[in-house]
């Protein structure tokens, strides 16, 4: 979709009071970044930004809550994230303009460093799980009410809510409910608690970049202070991230024994918000993967 001109006008606007420089847009390029949003490579005379457009009102709050997101994540000085420039609301659209990250393919370096950086980010921690605000996970709503424990969080805030919408789309039956709720009673005792760690959230292969001078950068946050083991759980769903990953990861904060076993628990919110946002195509997958800790 082309950006009008009255958007177009008053971007150059918002960057010239920004920046307290005269700024002429020479170029604005769509480029991919997903299902939700419309993404824009601007070039002015200062360089690249990339905007990011949504419905303000069919996503409310959303490029706001991914802003916060990332300061949380930048305020740890452990793993970059990019600058955000302005966030605003034009008309119906929401609008957020970042850095541009040139990106290149993940090297076994940048991979490591990756790893390294997200373990230093997972030794930040809260006195509950949970946040201050909501947030989105992709384009659904997520709570992030505060709990003690994690077992309760992930139970309350994550799988009931899923498993609600399910059952309202008829994606779940009563059966599956009840399977879910004896998941919810023996969860406590399929993992050790530790203390919640600042996450990601949402970090499948697609939500992270390698600068071109190697610097690994997270993008799309879905943060909360919760289990570090979701946010590693998360990397295994769809691919992308190499054993240089894991390994330095490991070595710099190692996960509990058994944290293998794990993954297809935590990935069970996920599993459910694909299944709500896509259809059956994942239903057999949360069954299997439920079916494994019953």
């Known amino acids: 979709m082309a950006i009008s001109i009255e958007l177009k006008e008053y971007l150059a606007n918002c960057l010239t009071a920004c920046y307290n420089n005269q700024i002429i847009i020479e170029s604005i390029n769509a480029v991919s970044g997903g299902d939700i949003n ?14 990011k457009l ?38 119906d659209y929401s609008c957020l303009l970042m850095e541009w990250v040139e990106a290149i393919n993940a090297t076994p370096v940048a991979s490591a460093r990756l790893g390294c950086e997200l373990a230093g980010m997972h030794t ?3 006195s509950q799980f949970g946040l201050d605000s909501d947030n989105y996970m992709g384009s659904l709503p997520q709570s992030n009410r505060k709990h003690d424990t994690w077992a309760t969080f992930f139970t309350v805030e994550r799988l009931e809510p899923m498993v609600k919408l399910a059952v309202d789309k ?33 970090l499948w292969g697609g939500n992270y970049l390698i ?34 990953f894991y390994a330095e990861y490991n070595e710099s904060f190692p996960l509990a024994k058994g944290w293998e076993q794990r993954v297809d628990l935590w990935n069970l919110y996920p599993l459910l918000l694909h299944l709500n946002l896509f259809g059956t195509s994942y239903l057999s997958q949360v069954k299997n993967g439920l079916q494994k800790y019953l």
Do not use: W
């Open 38 to 51: 419309l993404t824009y490579c601007i070039k002015s005379n200062v360089g690249k930004c990339m905007l």
């Open 54 to 91: 949504n419905s303000k009102s069919a996503y409310p709050g959303m490029f706001k809550r991914e802003a916060e997101g990332l300061q949380a994540i930048r305020s740890t000085q452990t793993i970059a994230v990019p600058q955000v420039i302005l966030q605003f609301d034009f008309q």
């Open 124 to 126: 930040y921690t809260a």
């Open 170 to 202: 008829e994606l779940l039956t009563h059966t599956d409910v009840v399977a879910f709720e004896e998941l919810y009673n023996r969860l406590p005792q399929l993992f050790d608690e530790e203390k919640p760690a600042l996450m990601h959230g949402d």
């Open 211 to 244: 600068r071109n001078d190697g610097k690994a950068y997270l993008i799309d946050p879905a943060v909360s202070y919760g289990h570090r083991e979701f946010d590693i759980a998360m990397t295994t769903l769809f691919g992308g991230f190499s054993e240089k």
